[in-house]
């Protein structure tokens, strides 16, 4: 006979749940949804800008490469993955970053991941210092990817937000000394979502004596940084690690989500000081963070190659082009130093999303959703996100039905009613 909990057994069952998950903010697109909820939107296909999930095909090599190594179904993948994957990571990074021979030994400074988001997520887990009188912080760019929010609070951790100045990236310059001397894990983002905007090599090197200077963990998410225009490479954290001989406190977040355009694949890795990564496998063998064989034999075979990735580049040269032809003469839309994002202000962002969707049937995201208010300022509240990740034809789609609403509703009208 099953037992039937009495009232106060279903109390003790709730309140044992970890207190740190009311902490947790709703996600973006839960925002969102809630926002939409109740709206008609037009009799027209929809047009989604709000996420940035590339929908580009998948390269023909991934995909054979999963096929042909489906029999990895029958093993357990290794937490720290095959050596011939850690190889080819380490010969791409060391060859996109100009690293010097030998600086990055596969065996010591690489591990993959299941791509960047969970690995950027669990690294806090296994970092920050638990049940401090005073928390450590976690310093992250606002607005910022909501995943390094999350990681820091339910780490027992706080977040310390730093604004986005009118270059797209905090002023690291001017945060103060005491900041710097709690923080226990630093969140850069470069190329920056949503802004677009990147770190130069001499500032990132600045970060990484400071990180020394304090011992905390420099944690770089590099996702977007081979989504650039043509002859724009940003620099990354490892070449400027190199600089300095080392990779002490520094650790590198690649994806090939956006890359390859496998979101899928869930496929990334994280490069850097090999003491943490000791550390970071140990942790990640108890969470079972392995990724499959399959999905490791496709990830050489798309670290091995470029060709695909100049071809997704000039995909979005393309969509850029068109975004500044369609809109340009009504918003300030600028081609960002890398990632595949438009962040055009437009006043009150919610107010645009929630009309644009009910009179044109196309989703965007407000900014509000991306950023928190801190020190006096909200960064994202004037601001929508577009993703331009569809094919050519939906995003010239999209954009021109954009055109057409604000030619109808201009922003000035939208934002009083």
Request: net charge neutral.
């Given at each position: 006979m099953t037992a039937i909990l009495a009232p106060e057994s279903l109390l003790m069952t709730k309140n044992s749940m970890n207190p740190l998950l009311e902490t947790l903010q709703a996600y973006p697109f839960e925002r969102l949804r809630t926002l939409l909820?109740?709206?008609?939107?037009?009799?027209?296909?929809?047009?989604?800008?709000?996420?940035?999930?590339?929908?580009?095909?998948?390269?023909?090599?991934?995909?054979?490469?999963?096929?042909?190594?489906?029999?990895?179904?029958?093993?357990?993948?290794?937490?720290?993955?095959?050596?011939?994957?850690?190889?080819?990571?380490?010969?791409?990074?060391?060859?996109?970053?100009?690293?010097?021979?030998?600086?990055?030994?596969?065996?010591?400074?690489?591990?993959?991941?299941?791509?960047?988001?969970?690995?950027?997520f669990s690294v806090a887990q296994a970092v920050l210092p638990p049940c401090?009188?005073?928390?450590?912080l976690v310093l992250l760019p606002n607005p910022f990817y909501q995943i390094y929010e999350g990681a820091a609070l339910l780490a027992g951790a706080e977040p310390y937000y730093l604004n986005c100045d009118t270059s797209g990236q905090p002023d690291f310059l001017a945060v103060e000394e005491s900041v710097w001397a709690r923080c226990a894990l630093l969140y850069i983002n470069s190329p920056h979502n949503p802004t677009g905007a990147t770190l130069p090599l001499e500032m990132l090197g600045w970060l990484i004596r400071k990180a020394r200077q304090h011992g905390f963990v420099l944690a770089a998410d590099e996702c977007y940084s081979e989504l650039y225009p043509e002859g724009g490479?940003?620099?990354?954290?490892?070449?400027?690690?190199?600089?300095?001989?080392?990779?002490?406190?520094?650790?590198?977040?690649?994806?090939?989500?956006?890359?390859?355009?496998?979101?899928?694949?869930?496929?990334?890795?994280?490069?850097?000081?090999a003491d943490i990564l000791?550390?970071?496998?140990?942790?990640?063998?108890?969470?079972?963070?392995?990724?499959?064989?399959?999905?490791?034999?496709?990830?050489?075979?798309?670290?091995?190659?470029?060709?695909?990735?100049?071809?997704?580049?000039?995909?979005?040269?393309?969509?850029?082009?068109?975004?500044?032809?369609?809109?340009?003469?009504?918003?300030?839309?600028?081609?960002?130093?890398?990632?595949?994002?438009?962040?055009?202000?437009?006043?009150?962002?919610?107010?645009f999303v929630r009309a644009l969707y009910e009179a044109e049937h196309v989703r965007c995201l407000p900014g509000a959703y991306l950023a928190r208010n801190a020190h006096g300022v909200h960064p994202g509240k004037d601001r929508v996100r577009?993703?331009?990740v569809g094919n050519l034809e939906d995003c010239v789609d999209g954009l021109q039905r954009m055109r057409h609403f604000m030619e109808q509703h201009p922003i000035s009208t939208i934002n009083k009613s």
């Open positions: 909820a109740g709206v008609t939107p037009a009799d027209k296909e929809l047009i989604d800008f709000s996420i940035g999930e590339p929908r580009h095909p998948a390269p023909a090599i991934v995909s054979e490469a999963i096929i042909e190594h489906l029999h990895g179904l029958a093993e357990y993948p290794k937490v720290l993955g095959d050596l011939r994957l850690r190889q080819a990571i380490a010969d791409w990074a060391s060859q996109r970053f100009a690293l010097p021979a030998g600086f990055l030994d596969p065996e010591r400074h690489v591990i993959p991941a299941n791509g960047s988001r969970e690995a950027l401090q009188t005073s928390k450590p490479a940003p620099a990354g954290i490892l070449e400027a690690a190199a600089a300095t001989g080392s990779l002490a406190q520094v650790l590198a977040f690649h994806s090939l989500s956006k890359r390859s355009s496998i979101p899928g694949a869930r496929s990334g890795f994280v490069a850097g000081d000791k550390a970071f496998v140990r942790y990640r063998t108890y969470l079972g963070a392995a990724t499959p064989p399959f999905i490791q034999a496709a990830a050489i075979a798309a670290w091995r190659d470029e060709q695909h990735v100049q071809h997704t580049r000039a995909d979005y040269a393309r969509k850029f082009a068109a975004a500044h032809d369609i809109l340009g003469a009504l918003l300030p839309v600028e081609t960002p130093a890398g990632g595949f994002y438009l962040w055009p202000r437009v006043g009150d962002g919610e107010a577009i993703a331009l």
